[in-house]
């Protein structure tokens, strides 16, 4: 004969001792109460748990698919190299984290390696945080950018790893954008076609259109949209908040910068359109 167990989740088991407790010591009324506590609880449980998991999927997901861009063209250059060493020293990763930095680097960097299964439990735990999806995202970009040239093949895995975190379309092109690359050819499709390009040459107009996309923005954007876009992306990079919703705190520098970069933009932007 077949046995079925019964297996309770593990976010009621707060709210089933709290409502046990509760109905010994004040009948129904201290049932009610004591679920209501232990409801609190379990919350409060699967916060410090979510937390911790989105920090590590973030970590295996963005070392995996660093490896997976870098050897996108067929071959690891000494550039690429460096780039991900001097994250490393940026993120303050040394010890084991940093051999297992490398263990999953060299893992994106097999073939056969999957990609959108690697990005799955990352995407899976920060559904509702957005604003990790989007600090992944920048870090993946500015390696992307840290030769000065993005191949086809490396703009293609931009495009798979965009997609995968449903990164809305301008907030791509922007990010990319915001580090030279050319406006045009982003229109088509979804997030437009894989291609290869060198980070334009920096300009008084081009230093402009950067400043604009770090906001996510074009020059047509109203005095209005300028000010809101900032206070956005500020409260969304903001370190705390990013370590609280499960950002690994190693990655707050990199927050702190992005935040600067935010600044300095706008501070651009008010100066050329001379408001305050």
Partial sequence: MATHSFNIPRHWWGKIIGGLLGLFR?????????????HMADRLLAGITGVSTTKKTFFEALFSSLGHLSKADGQVTET??????????????????????????????????????????????SVVRQDLRLMFMEIIVEAAFSSGRVSQEEHAVLLRIARALRIPRQLFTAMCQARGAPASGYGQGSYG??????????????????????????????????????????????????????????????AKTRVREINTAYDQIKQARGFK
């Fill in 26 to 38: 004040g009948g129904l009324s201290g049932a009610l109460f004591g679920i209501f506590l232990g």
């Fill in 80 to 125: 690429e190299i460096r780039m991900v060493e001097s994250l490393m020293q940026r993120m303050q990763i040394t010890g084991e984290d940093r051999q297992r930095a490398i263990r999953f680097f060299n893992r994106g960097k097999q073939a056969g390696f999957d990609l959108e299964a690697a990005l799955h439990s990352f995407v899976k735990y």
């Fill in 193 to 254: 076609q894989a291609r290869s390009y060198r980070a334009s040459s920096s300009s008084t107009t081009r230093t402009m259109d950067q400043a604009y996309a770090q906001l996510g923005l074009t020059r047509k954007a109203s005095d209005g949209e300028v000010k809101k876009a900032y206070r956005k992306l500020v409260s969304q990079y903001h370190p705390d908040k990013l370590v609280s919703r499960g950002l690994p705190e190693e990655m707050m520098n990199i």
